[in-house]
T-cell receptor
């Protein structure tokens, strides 16, 4: 069966510090991968999606970036965090073929102080 | 751009009651519609996926319907239980992107 992992689970960072959040998927190959942010009281905002290594699309201009160094690894990064980057970050995957059902990881709670 | 709306934003019902959650979307050109459950501080758990060619899907006490032409989906929960308390989100798949509603927060009172 497929599983998706995210770490860390929680993170408190000062403004201006760097960020690296990691997401890995097990039990499938060549998944579509997604990064979302969920701010308090708001819906999910798609940040990045990837249909393959070196194929990453950005949905919202921001100080965040994403990379996919391996087929089942997706990393969200920032060089300098802003207060507005605080939120709940969710990674998700969907099969490359067939019906595009999404499966989510447990999330990372990021607080920028 | 696709917009997804969920009404009501919050709902409180006594245990045992049947209930309906609503989801509407503005562009009927969708591939699938998916319902999720989110517990506080947790990720999303997939409940049901309805393909664009289907009209409904059932899983246990849950039944989801889809009327693509009118841009509507409903999630029916039968005989609600306190453990059903959570936020329920719907999402439409338009290709490589998913658009989410802001969710309905459900509280089932024992």
């Amino acid at each position: 069966s497929q599983t998706i992992h995210q770490w860390p689970a929680t993170l408190v960072q000062p403004v201006g510090s760097p960020l690296s959040l990691e997401c890995t998927v097990e039990g499938t190959s060549n998944p579509n991968l997604y990064w979302y942010r969920q701010a308090a009281g708001r819906g999910l905002q798609l940040l990045f999606y990837s249909i393959g290594i070196d194929q990453i699309s950005s949905e919202v201009p921001q100080n965040l970036s994403a990379s996919r160094p391996q087929d089942r690894q997706f990393i969200l990064s920032s060089k300098k965090l802003l207060l507005s980057d605080s939120g709940f970050y969710l990674c998700a995957w969907s099969p490359a073929k067939g019906y595009n059902e999404q499966f989510f990881g447990p999330g990372t709670r990021l607080t920028v102080l | 751009k696709q917009e997804v709306t969920q009404i009501p934003a919050a709902l409180s019902v006594p245990e045992g009651e049947n209930l309906v959650l609503n989801c509407s979307f503005t562009d009927s050109a969708i591939y699938n519609l998916q319902w999720f459950r989110q517990d506080p501080g947790k990720g999303l758990t997939s409940l049901l996926l309805i393909q664009s060619s289907q009209r409904e899907q059932t899983s246990g006490r849950l039944n989801a319907s889809l009327d693509k032409s009118s841009g509507r989906s409903t999630l029916y929960i039968a005989a609600s239980q306190p453990g059903d308390s959570a936020t329920y989100l719907c999402a439409v798949d338009t290709g490589n992107q998913f658009y989410f509603g802001t969710g309905t927060s459900l509280t089932v009172i024992p």
